[in-house]
């Protein structure tokens, strides 16, 4: 418990910084209805449409490239428990010939 204490204090912080600064609404306003921060132009919805789904796109990309290579990762690890757990024990056993 004593260590999520700094990450929940950090989070907050983080979470006032943004709320108080104005960040968190511009960026709400800007992916809700295309108005860019500062100035009084307007993009289009189709556009908006386009940069939404193309983001998405990136991040669900980003996701199963990643989960791709935990898999991979997790089936070479199987696969090398298993050749070791196959192994003999001893290389060469006891010769009864001395």
Do not use: E, N
């Not at 992916?31 to 940069?51: D, K, N, Q």
């Not at 199987?78 to 010939?97: D, E, M, W």
């Amino acid at each position: 418990m004593k260590q999520y204490i700094p990450l929940i204090l950090i989070a907050a912080v983080a979470l006032f910084a943004l709320s108080s600064s104005g960040v968190a609404s511009s960026l709400l306003i800007f992916l809700l209805l295309g108005v860019v921060p500062g100035t009084t132009y307007a993009i289009s919805p189709f556009i908006m449409l386009l940069i939404t789904m193309s983001l998405l796109w990136l991040v669900m990309l980003h996701l199963t490239s990643r989960s791709a290579a935990a898999l991979q990762t997790t089936r070479l690890f199987i696969r090398l428990t298993s050749r070791k757990q196959q192994l003999p024990r001893r290389r060469f056993g006891r010769s009864s010939a001395v």
